[in-house]
């Protein structure tokens, strides 16, 4: 195991959360510390996909450690320089939105202030419905940015949903190890 710190950040799109736990098991095979975080929301909110209580302690189980679930526990990432690397997986339009427009109202949004303030990498893996829509912008946003790297990403379903865009999750760990490295792990654009 390398002795990387990494933050991993799960926000709300409940129906990509399945394929999210399988990324924080790979970041989990390959670091020795991983940090976990979850929005609010995602501590709270029992959907179809499952009860946040099991949510969060499989989180807990897999990591080890206590999640970071409120803004005042992730503020500490910051001063205490805590991580190296942050994943944000999955990444709504929401959080994207907040983030492009430096909005910091939930941990996960607070964790990437603090981090980012160190000049160290965040790593997000977008999940979004309106990601050619809406989220766009934000999104052109995040890639202009620095230390901010994207998991390779495309159209899910581009016939029932055509402005849906998601990250490959199985390319969180490869993603990661470019940033270190201050790199855009490559083709960022994925075709079907």
């Known amino acids: ?29 390959r670091y020795e510390t991983v940090v976990p975080i979850v929005s609010e929301r995602c501590a709270q909110t029992d959907t179809r996909f499952g009860t946040a209580h099991d949510f969060m302690r499989e989180i807990e189980r897999i990591c080890d450690r206590r999640v ?20 944000i997986c999955p990444c709504t339009g929401n959080t994207l939105a907040k983030l492009a427009n430096g909005i910091t109202d939930t941990s996960v949004t607070m964790a990437a202030k603090a981090h980012l303030r160190n000049g160290r990498p965040v790593v997000i893996a977008l999940s979004t419905n309106d990601g050619l829509a809406a989220s766009a912008k934000n999104i ?40 270190r490295v201050g790199k855009q792990l490559q083709p960022l654009l994925l075709g079907r």
């Open 140 to 179: 052109g946003a995040l890639l202009d940015k620095r230390n901010v790297y994207f998991v390779p990403f495309g159209q899910d379903d581009p016939d029932h949903k055509p402005t849906s865009l998601s990250a490959d999750f199985s390319q969180v760990v490869d993603a990661v190890e470019a940033a």
């Open 1 to 29: 195991m390398e002795q990387l710190r990494v933050g991993f950040a799960f926000c709300g799109s409940f129906c990509t959360h399945a394929k999210a736990i399988e990324a924080l098991e790979q970041v989990r095979a």
């Open 68 to 87: 970071m679930d409120s803004v005042e526990k992730a503020e500490a990432i910051g001063p205490k320089k805590l991580l190296d690397v942050l994943v």
